[in-house]
């Protein structure tokens, strides 16, 4: 009997043992899952949070992709039209003139579709779509839009871009520009030619020098006229003006501002004309150098007066403008050479200054200016 009982309390005596190896054992499992109290069903839940996350990042780019704002808002153009981004522009265009004809606003018919469908919304959605994937640029723009759908910036830039840049080429306008400021320049130019030629018919000196010209070459000794052939007196005198006219316009050279237009002058031929000209410069300086620089040959009297334009910074027309004397003048001068050309300019500024001390409405100009000058306060008398 006692050894019965006590066989049989053993078990009972080593219960209490056992509990703390359980709990050992559940605390170690606690610390290999890394959870502070997590169990089996946490560790579930985790799982379904992490794949609805990566589902949500999986489908972000494609959300991203489609803005409203930009081509065909949040559909994708493709499937506007129902075609794939393999199809060619033939596909693209036969499939918006089937849709578009039968969404246009004119000749929709609502029983063809659902109700809720907008054909006038309808139908710019797929003209939107069809002007975006005409264009190779702009289709090729949209594709890298639907492939690279992170590229915000890009995306609004390229578009807009496209959007507000002149459809029209720039070289087109550049050129129409240049036509039309010629034109304006080449007429301005005659009209100031005519005018100085107008003034210059009613200068005495010049009128009987035309006359007279007229007269020797016999241009105002005509026939005598009778019958139906006659002319009037102002018929006579208006061709007689218009000999005079011609005999002043060849016979007299007008420079500066108001000589005759020349074609080669307007901006469009200088343009054309500009290799040209570049390469007679550079030609033309590398002689100067060599002949007149390494060779030291002598200065002839085109030279001589070329330094001498350059030296008082006269243009080629001003200078050609100068009477033939003051020309010789400067030549026997010998103001090419620099010494003599600043002794020369400074004879010539004192020169001026004693003529605008002397001359009597310099003077009448610098009492004015002293006394009733602009800025000055005066009461006269009634």
């Known amino acids: ?155 609004y830039y390229a578009y807009y871009r496209r959007r507000l840049t002149p459809k029209v080429d720039v070289r087109v306008v550049i050129l129409v520009t240049i036509c039309a400021i010629s034109i304006f320049q080449y007429y301005s130019w005659h009209s100031s030619y005519n005018e100085a030629i107008n003034y210059l018919m009613t200068v005495p000196k010049y009128r009987i020098q035309a006359t007279e010209i007229a007269k020797q070459q016999g241009l105002f000794n005509r026939p005598k006229e009778k019958g ?32 005759k237009p020349n074609l080669t002058d307007i901006l469009l031929c200088q343009i054309v004309l500009f290799p040209y000209y570049l390469t007679s410069y550079v030609v033309w300086y590398v002689s100067w150098v060599y002949r007149f620089t390494i060779c030291r040959e002598e200065y002839g009297e085109q030279e001589k007066l070329y330094i001498i334009r350059r030296n008082m910074k006269m243009s080629q027309s001003q200078f050609d403008s100068l009477e033939e004397s003051s020309r010789q003048t400067f030549l026997e001068k010998r103001l090419w050479i620099k010494e003599r050309f600043q002794a020369y300019k400074r004879d010539q500024e004192e020169e001026m200054k004693v003529k605008m001390a002397t001359d009597p409405r310099m003077k009448r100009y610098r009492r004015w200016m002293k006394n009733e000058g602009p800025g000055r306060l005066t009461f006269m008398d009634d």
């Open 228 to 259: 139906k052939n006659r002319r009037s007196k102002e018929e006579i005198r208006e061709q007689e003006e218009e000999v005079i006219r011609d005999i002043i316009k060849n016979k007299i050279d007008i420079k500066g501002g108001y000589q």
């Open 1 to 155: 009997m006692m050894s019965a009982a006590c066989h049989s309390d053993w078990p009972l005596r080593a219960q209490p043992s056992s509990a703390p190896q359980s709990s050992q054992a559940e605390m170690n499992a606690e610390r290999s899952s890394g959870g502070g109290g997590v169990g089996p069903g946490a560790a579930g839940s985790r799982w379904r949070l992490g794949a609805l996350l990566l589902l949500a990042v999986s489908s972000l780019p494609v959300a991203t992709a489609l803005v409203e704002g930009l081509y065909c808002g949040t559909e994708v153009c493709y499937d506007v039209l129902g075609v794939t981004r393999e199809a060619s522009k033939a596909e693209i265009a036969r499939a918006y003139r089937q849709l578009a004809r039968r969404y246009h606003p004119d000749r929709y018919k609502p029983e063809e579709s659902g109700p809720e469908e907008s054909p006038h919304k309808k139908f710019l959605l797929i003209a939107t779509a069809y002007e975006t994937l005409k264009d190779e640029d702009s289709r090729r723009d949209y594709d890298y839009m639907l492939d690279h759908p992170e590229e915000y910036y890009q995306h």
